[in-house]
């Protein structure tokens, strides 16, 4: 089943989890609560691993009383309301204990109390202007307001995101040797999508703690972002085995199995994770991909719903849902789900795209058109969209006026996008293929003289063009098979047999589909590919023997019509060639127009035919000769007409 890359990366960047504010080296589960992030709220039910610290200044220390020692413990285990009561308990016994403050700011910031917790951390501050747990702890604040679905949240994440490094990185220079300062910076690194750095941070912070089980866990992440499956696994092991739970440590667990196909392990563990944490929307992603692997479409659908509920904003389980429906054929559907998730995300140019797309394939070129021109007004070199709209002005050029297209903005933009994009993509066969489309629609013949001799793959097939309609079928060919064999990609092979298709080079389209088929390329994409390939080649000869039937009997307009027909489906067939110019030669009135174009069938005639004896070709050369002596003679005397 298919399983959609875009979402699955999105998910795995998305299960970011838990940033401490903790004192480094406390033992304390250096985590944030994030909503719809599965990851450190401890369900009553969860098993809890008891994690011991590297010999450092405990977060709750001095003159610890027993109910201090509970709540370090609690802290320790992830279980923050209780961590809350108690570290309240002894604020009323001193409400300047600053390492009860700093408890207790904590919890709430894992509770997802973030004004309270960052006036406590700004109340620490004032007291002692260089404590480090106090800025980790603001950056943890700034982090996880970001997890609010709040557009306004949303829309001030960059800054944001700077003043949380801000936080962490002076938290980090007072105290280099602070494990939770350098989680906290791994942690916000990672959300701006610099994963080396990230990484980097989260192994020093595991290095100064290694009973830091957030910290395994969030360099889990990183790993499985960076496709590091095996290190990925056992960070998430090393992670759960300090703390059973941590339901981040199960999720990221659970997505490095289902990346592997391990299904039903992965949906344990994600059922684990959930378990602990049911209002996490990345979970309900992974374990709806895992079961659209399985088949099992109604319980995929339900967990993609489910996600959407938590995290509405989130693209991905929109773009999964409307896979499913458009797997089934149920096109509006499909729609349906894209423009529920284009309310929630109106700038995702991967559900503008999607709708846009399915608007060509279901021959709606109009809106198309629209969508594609919209998403380029956003991303203004977004290849796909460059391709999709010469895709669509192509599709509404076959239903409507050609004259008037070529006329319109879109033709003109759709031009241009493309040239930009040719230049920065110049062997992308995609690219080539669009601008090849949008050119038969103007009907410009390229002289191949005019073009410099090519150096890359994207030149030579535009060589090759202009060589298939100057009629140098030979040398076309040879362009093209050298691309082919530079080629390794399905896609680019695909799309370079399309090509070969347009410009009816038919030994290289079916070349290029059967290699696409070696390199285990779309099934249904290929056998499409080879059909098309084959039908021509027979529409071409059952066409050349009515044209034949008609030249017998003489019907001149009628045949060389036909001629034209099959060489227009299949430009190499040699009978074609000669049966045209024979008939161009016999038929109508002497002209320079007919007389022309049948000595230069006739010389694309002798270029095609192999088995030519020398005999022939000879008697054929004095034929071509001879002709364009006529013509000569014929353009002598219309010259003197005029004078």
């Known amino acids: 089943m298919f ?65 201090m020692a509970v709540a370090e413990k609690l802290l ?29 700011g904590l919890a709430q910031a894992n509770e997802f109390k973030l004004d309270a917790a960052d006036a406590l951390f700004d109340r620490v501050l004032a007291i002692d202007p260089n404590n480090p747990n106090a800025y980790a702890g603001k950056a943890t604040v700034m982090l996880n307001r970001l997890q609010s679905s709040n557009n306004t949240v949303r829309s001030q994440k960059d800054s944001a995101l700077k003043a949380a490094q801000d936080y962490a990185t002076k938290a980090c220079t007072l105290g280099p040797a602070n494990a939770e300062a350098h989680l906290a910076l791994g942690m916000v690194l990672k959300e701006q999508g610099s994963l080396d750095q990230a990484a980097s941070e989260l192994a020093t912070a595991v290095r100064f703690d290694p009973d830091l089980s957030y910290g395994y ?6 790993k499985l972002d960076q496709k590091s499956l095996v290190e990925a696994s056992e960070n998430f092991k090393r992670a759960i085995a300090l703390n059973s739970g941590n339901s981040s440590a199960h999720f990221g667990l ?62 991905g389980p929109y773009l999964a849902m409307a896979d499913i429906h458009q797997t089934r054929g149920d096109f509006e559907l499909a729609m349906a789900d894209l423009r529920s998730g284009l309310e929630q995300s109106p700038y ?48 509404k050029a076959q239903k409507a006026t050609v004259g008037a297209m070529l006329q319109s903005n879109d033709y003109d933009t759709a031009n241009k996008a493309l040239a930009e994009a040719v230049k920065l993509n110049p062997n992308d066969m995609e690219l080539r293929l669009a601008q090849a489309k949008l050119n038969s629609l103007s009907g410009a013949v390229v002289d191949p003289t005019k073009i410099v001799a090519p150096t890359t793959d994207g030149d030579r097939v535009a060589y090759a063009q202009a060589l298939m309609s100057a009629g140098s079928f030979k040398a076309a060919n040879d362009q093209l098979t050298q691309v082919l064999n530079n080629q390794s990609d399905p896609k680019q092979i695909l799309a370079l047999g399309d090509i070969a298709v347009m410009i009816k080079s038919l030994d290289c389209a079916d070349a290029a589909y059967k290699k696409a088929q070696s390199l285990n390329a779309s099934p249904d994409r290929v056998q ?10 027979v529409t071409a000869v059952e066409s050349l023997k009515i044209a ?70 000879e008697k054929l050369t004095e034929l071509i000769e001879k002709l364009n002596d006529k013509v000569a003679k014929l353009k002598q005397k219309e010259d003197h007409d005029k004078m």
Request: aromatic share 6%; glycine share 6%; net charge neutral.
């Open 348 to 395: 995702d140019l991967n559900l503008r795209e999607r709708i846009a797309d399915i608007n060509l394939q279901l021959e709606r070129p109009d809106q198309a058109i629209e969508g594609y021109r919209t998403i380029l007004s956003m991303s203004a070199n977004d290849n796909n969209a460059i391709k999709g709209l010469s895709q669509a002005l192509f599709l």
């Open 254 to 315: 659970g997505a490095a199995l289902l990346k592997q196909g391990q299904l039903d392990e992965a949906i344990k563990e994600l059922n684990t994770s959930l378990y602990q944490f049911p209002n996490s929307w990345p979970v309900r992603m992974a374990l709806g991909q895992a079961y659209q692997q399985q088949g099992n479409v109604v319980a995929a659908l339900q967990q993609y719903q489910l996600s959407t509920l938590i995290k509405p904003e989130n693209s």
């Open 217 to 222: 866990s969030s360099l889990g992440s990183i």
């Open 528 to 537: 499409r590919g080879l059909k098309q390939v084959a039908q021509l080649r």
């Open 76 to 104: 320790s285990q992830g279980k923050w309301a209780d961590a809350e009561g108690l570290c309240r308990d002894a604020l009323v016994s001193n409400p300047q204990d600053v390492q009860a403050t700093l408890g207790l």
């Open 548 to 617: 034949n039937e008609l030249a017998k009997k003489k019907q001149w307009d009628g045949a060389i019509a036909k001629y034209r027909e099959v060489l227009s489906n299949n430009p190499v067939l040699p009978d074609a060639r000669f049966g045209l110019a024979e008939a161009l030669e016999d038929g109508p009135k002497d002209s320079v127009a007919t007389l022309s174009e049948s000595a230069q069938q006739y010389q694309v005639y002798l270029t095609l035919a192999n088995d030519l004896t020398s005999k022939d070709r």
């Open 3 to 67: 399983l959609n890359n875009k979402c699955f990366s999105l998910l795995s960047l998305s299960f970011t989890v838990a940033i401490t504010a903790s004192v480094s080296g406390s033992g304390l589960p250096s985590s944030a609560q994030v909503p719809g992030v599965p990851g450190t709220q401890s369900s009553a039910s969860a098993t809890t691993a008891t994690t011991t610290s590297a010999p450092q200044t405990k977060l709750i220390s001095g003159h610890v009383k027993t109910d």
